[in-house]
């Protein structure tokens, strides 16, 4: 199912063990998984995906990454709401991510957006 897919890949953001968060990766994300983070760029493949999140936890002691919607899908694709907490409770960031699954039901692209929607331009 792919709530638990998107909730292994949650968990590996808050996992500090690399070997831990490699195994939840790995039940994740596709061998090939690409990561689109708008201010860091493109990471392709588990390791790289890895790579970035070992370096969350360096950049944001104690913080925490939750869902805090439900994920709504559709052929193959699916979008769900985030935020980033601080070790203090506070709020660091909140975003949406727009994910695309591969035939065995593991994230093939994540697409991370950061803050709210902008407003109409007039």
Known sequence: MLDDVVRAYDAAWNEPDQAARAEL???SLAEDA???DPMSGRFTGRDAIDERIAGFGERFPGAR???TSGIDEHNGFARY???LTAADGSLVLDGVDIVERDDDNRLRRIVMFFGPLPPVAE
């Open 25 to 27: 990766l790995a039940a």
């Open 34 to 36: 690409e990561l689109v």
């Open 65 to 67: 990454l939750t869902i």
């Open 81 to 83: 709401a985030w935020e």
